[in-house]
């Protein structure tokens, strides 16, 4: 992993470039705390939630960690994946990856930004966000995922994850400075901590979380549950249908 590689944008200026790609997986496994638990724990679901033949839509799906990690757990389900990143180099990554996986899988990759679309599946079992709607803002947020409710099985879920806000600074204020002890010591030096902060400066854009869970019940989601928290970061589940 790069130490630096936040070190190239101005600030405000953080784009997913293909440099970014290049070193992402080591990248947000350092930055972003407890981030193999969530995989993991996204993973597991679709124990429950992907039939044999299935289908995952993975909204933002940069290098294709979340589909890796599906069909390694179950190689035998035949489970479809639709990856969308509006990053061509992040599905060049992830395509490169995938091509690992022992077996034959059908993977299709759509260059798309969600929040506009047109998303290229229908009736998917399982809508993956997992650190992408934090970089729109709400309104865009609930359009993006009113898409993918379009795009969804009745029977269908979502599975969001993201950095939010705390309402109270005090613990805002805690969950700051032990975020930044998990990457120093994941290797992150406070030079590189403090040049991604800069350049994410207006870009990543925390709501509170029940804001996040209104958002997808205003798209048209429904039962919003917290699955995983751990200080500034959440994973939030919800249904295509209220039964």
């Not at 757990?73 to 992830?94: E, F």
Request: a negative charge; charged letters at 20%.
């Amino acid at each position: 992993m790069s130490n630096d590689i936040a070190e190239q944008f101005d600030t405000g200026g953080w784009r997913f470039t293909a440099d970014v790609a290049e070193v992402f997986d080591d990248h947000v496994r350092a930055s972003v705390p407890h981030y193999d638990v969530i995989q993991d724990l996204v993973a597991e679901t679709t124990d429950w939630l992907v039939p044999a033949g299935g289908l995952v839509a993975d909204l933002g799906a940069s290098t294709g960690a979340s589909a890796r990690r599906i069909l390694q757990r179950h190689p035998t389900r035949d489970i479809r994946m639709v990856l969308y990143d509006q990053q061509p180099a992040m599905l060049d990554q992830a395509a490169a990856e995938l091509s690992k996986l022992d077996g034959e899988h059908d993977v299709t990759l759509s260059a798309t930004r969600i929040q506009y679309g047109p998303l290229v599946h229908e009736n998917a079992d399982l809508t993956l966000a997992l650190f992408t709607l934090q970089f729109l803002p709400q309104e865009e947020r609930v359009t993006a995922l009113r898409l993918a409710r379009e795009c969804s099985a009745q029977s269908g879920a979502l599975i969001v994850a993201e950095k939010i806000r705390a309402v109270d600074s005090r613990w805002a204020e805690i969950g700051n400075d032990v975020a930044h002890d998990y990457k120093a010591a994941h290797g992150i030096t406070d030079a590189a901590i403090r040049a991604k902060a800069r350049a994410l400066r207006g870009v990543l854009r925390p709501y509170p979380q029940q804001t996040t869970m209104q958002a997808m019940a205003d798209a048209g989601w429904h039962a919003p549950e917290v699955l995983f928290r751990w200080h500034s970061w959440a994973v939030i589940g919800a249904f295509a249908s209220a039964q």
